[in-house]
């Protein structure tokens, strides 16, 4: 595969990065990463749009217009020889003379194959751990995944795919994904210490055609009225999640609204571009 990286499309076993970089010093940097359907770059106006919020949260300067990336994308794509690809940018600091100044970013547009797909996970449902937690400038996607890495060895062990973020009694989301629940045909998800996910955006706009939907605050003490659970993300698209800790949400199966919402977003995507 082939990577775009500071102004030169190049195979990715070429692209390096010095060790003064920003993102390996201090872990100043930022990502994002979406994917094609049908070839097409799967709501490419607002990954665009979360992506430059977040560098100018972090004062950082995006060298190219959307036009100008969208040209590297598609060569990006060609190159690879795939039907669909996934992409990652990621956006650093960049060389620091001293360690703390930006001088210039570095930015780095990788494609990447495709992540393996959970089918089973769908159908079965997902565990995910309760933990403490907030993130630092939740609304950006920052490099930094320490406890998701950190605690990779526990999840395994008890068998949860991932983690769900709480903090002063109010739950936010998963360590990579936001995080809903079914309480009758109400769906509820939190409104603030979250990404704002593409694909929660595009959820939440299938479920207000059906359901009584509330973007608010959402209690650690809802979780044990949930009727139905889930999770979203460019990979996961509408997971099903069917035990949190100790608690099993609703029968411990996925819901009948969960899997409606993922068989529509499925038919959505599947025709994308088209």
């Known amino acids: 595969m082939h990577c775009y990286f500071n102004g030169a499309i190049m195979p990715v076993e070429q692209a390096s ?126 490099t930094n995944y320490l406890h998701m890495i950190r605690l990779a060895a526990e999840m395994k062990s008890q068998g949860a795919a991932d983690l769900l973020y709480y903090k002063d009694g109010e739950v936010s989301e998963l360590t990579r994904s936001n995080f809903f629940i079914f309480k009758g045909d109400t769906l509820v998800t939190a409104d603030k210490n979250i990404l704002h996910g593409i694909t929660r955006k595009v959820v939440l706009e299938l479920a207000e055609k059906e359901f009584k939907v509330e973007v608010r605050p959402m209690l650690v003490s809802e979780l044990e009225e949930a009727d139905e659970a889930f999770t979203t993300s460019t990979t996961k698209w509408v997971m099903p999640v069917v035990q949190i800790g100790r608690q099993i949400v609703g029968d411990g199966k996925p819901g009948p609204r969960t899997l409606k919402l993922l068989a529509q977003f499925e038919a959505l995507v599947n025709g994308y571009g088209k």
């Not at 799967?42 to 992506?51: K, L, N, S, T, V």
């Open 17 to 142: 990065v010095n060790i003064n970089d920003l993102g390996l010093l201090r872990g100043y940097g930022l990502f994002d990463y979406f994917r094609t359907y049908n070839g097409v770059p799967f709501q490419w106006d607002g990954y665009w749009a979360r992506f430059v919020r977040s560098a100018e949260v972090l004062h950082l300067r995006v060298p190219l217009t959307q036009a100008q990336t969208a040209e590297i994308l598609t060569e990006l794509h060609r190159l690879s020889g795939q039907p669909d690809v996934a992409f990652r940018f990621v956006l650093t600091g960049g060389y620091s003379p001293d360690s703390v100044s930006v001088v210039e970013p570095n930015w780095l547009i990788i494609a990447e194959n495709l992540p393996k797909d959970n089918p089973e996970g769908r159908v079965r449902g997902i565990k995910v751990l309760p933990f403490e937690f907030v993130r630092d400038l939740p609304e950006l996607k920052s």
